[in-house]
């Protein structure tokens, strides 16, 4: 399989694997999940399983009269109800990816994370993987961690660069190239990160991550643009043609998210990483088509 | 005067006025910097005083050769020298503004911070002010700091207000609109930039900037774009309008500024601030007009 240039090739791809996965769904009530549901069932690649509550059944029951075969619908006694609910289902198996509806992100983390009955397994880091179509360059390109941990210790770097790499292999990348983000190219003790970052570097050197390029710190143009690179004297097989970019801390992150949403043209698509099965947690900034990309994302994940 | 919208503006705004500066270029050694020097010429908006070493004199003369009026050459025994001599200039009045050529940043910034001879005031902060014109938002934007304070303290941040506010209402802006850039919208001890952000926030109810709206912790989408500011309900004199962003540190700064630059066809001008003179130091992978564009913000700067 070769390489994912953008979501429309993501969704042949979902096709092609004959992936149909069914979908938890916490708290369906607004008409954004509402087109992320109607849209997959349309173009047959999920069934749902809804958890709602009583006072929002009316609005849940119209998806399932279009789709009868394809929905089913479960009663909570409130959202936080809905959320241990859409959990367990994912953790015995029902369902192969969970998603937040109306309900607060810090409500659903809560069941997600509950140590006896959630999805995070015993010694897994929790993490987040984002994946942005972006105009002007020649394929998706993959960032962490623009929601979950503020700054990122060695081991949780390396967390993420586990869950990660594996997401783009599976997307057939079959050596990702992977930039470290900062402002600087040096190592240097000013900036505690570049010292990780020579620690992951040594790693993957010694065979750590398999096959794959890692290397930085470069900053985003050196990364993504081989014009910036060359004026820099930098040359490597990660600059200007990087897949993944892990950024140094939350907030580098979601400036690099909101910036290329915003400014960039970008098309996104976001899940939850380290959780026993993908977990969708769109925010409500991100547009329709972005929620529908993750979801997309979530059921292509192993 | 109203409000700059792009950088057409701010050069017809540098001849309203009727500024001509002496610039001080250390090591104008390079295309780049002789492409910005000559377009002012030939655009009549500064003269320049050209600091280079005996092995580049015959590059240099090429340019004094074309404008042998506005031009004058000054022999240095090495870059550090020239940095040193360019410095003085300035100290001493003879130039306005002072400009790197191909000499290192670090070895700029020896000169201009040397405690005896530099550029910067007893008690003053160095940082650095970015400005970019946007296709898609109405105005210039405003950002803070990209390149010198690695994690600004409280009274870091209170500096870098009083400078880029100042030069906002000197271009124009009566009422800067300055959002605190964050991933949150909470105060949050987790995030301690954000308590510091709550102290300017105070301080600027308490009248501490004058005439300001300043407003945070935001995210980009939230502090440039209504809608995004509307779907989260936060609305206030500066979500979508702001005119000057304040990133919490050099890494997230940094990724904005490579990032509209590189997916978001920004043009971009940069000075350092909090000096005695304005300081030009253009990153290597800055397009020309940006180093262009940086000159002329310097110029227009009191």
Same mark, same amino acid.
């Given at each position: ?28 009530? !607004? ?6 549901? $109607? ?7 999920? +069934?749902?399983?809804?958890?709602? $509550? $009583? ?22 006694? !409130? ?6 609910? /859409?959990?367990?289902? @994912? ?14 992100? !810090? ?36 960032? *962490? ?18 869950? !990660? ?6 997307? /057939?990348?079959?050596?990702?190239? @992977?930039? #470290? ?54 040359? *490597? ?13 939350? +907030? ?7 910036? @290329? ?27 329709? +088509? ?6 997309? #994302? ?5």
């Amino acid at each position: 399989m070769s390489t994912i240039q953008n979501f429309d090739q993501l969704i042949n791809s979902l096709h092609k694997r004959q992936i149909h996965k069914k979908v938890a769904v916490v708290c369906p009530h !607004d008409p954004h999940t509402e087109y992320v549901i $109607t849209r997959s069932l349309r173009e047959g690649i999920a +069934e749902f399983l809804l958890f709602t $509550t $009583t006072e929002h059944l009316t609005y849940v029951e119209r998806i399932k009269m279009l789709f009868p075969e394809q929905v089913e619908i479960r009663l909570a006694t !409130d959202g936080d109800d809905a959320a241990r609910l /859409g959990v367990t289902a @994912v953790r015995e198996g029902e369902a192969g990816v969970l998603m937040k509806g109306t309900l607060n992100t !810090d409500n659903l983390l809560r069941a997600v994370l509950d140590k006896q009955h959630g999805l995070l397994p015993p010694g897994k880091t929790l993490s987040h993987l984002t994946v942005a179509q972006l105009p002007g360059y020649n394929k998706v390109l993959f960032f *962490s961690d623009v929601a979950v941990i503020p700054r990122p210790t060695l081991e949780q770097y390396q967390a993420i660069l586990d869950y !990660d790499l594996k997401i783009c292999r599976h997307l /057939g990348i079959e050596e990702p190239r @992977v930039a #470290l983000i900062h402002c600087t190219e040096k190592t240097n003790e000013k900036f505690p990160h570049t010292v990780s970052y020579a620690a992951l570097k040594q790693q993957a050197i010694e065979g750590r991550y398999g096959k794959t390029y890692i290397d930085g710190p470069m900053d985003v143009k050196t990364a993504c643009d081989h014009h910036s690179a060359e004026v820099k004297g930098i040359s *490597s097989p990660v600059t200007g043609q990087a897949d993944l970019l892990i950024f140094p801390n939350i +907030e580098a992150g979601n400036t690099f998210y909101k910036t @290329v949403s915003l400014f960039g043209q970008a098309d996104m698509a976001g899940i939850l990483t380290g959780t026993l099965a993908p977990v969708v947690v769109s925010s409500r900034a991100d547009s329709n +088509e972005s929620k529908y990309y993750s979801l997309i #994302l979530a059921c292509i994940c192993e």
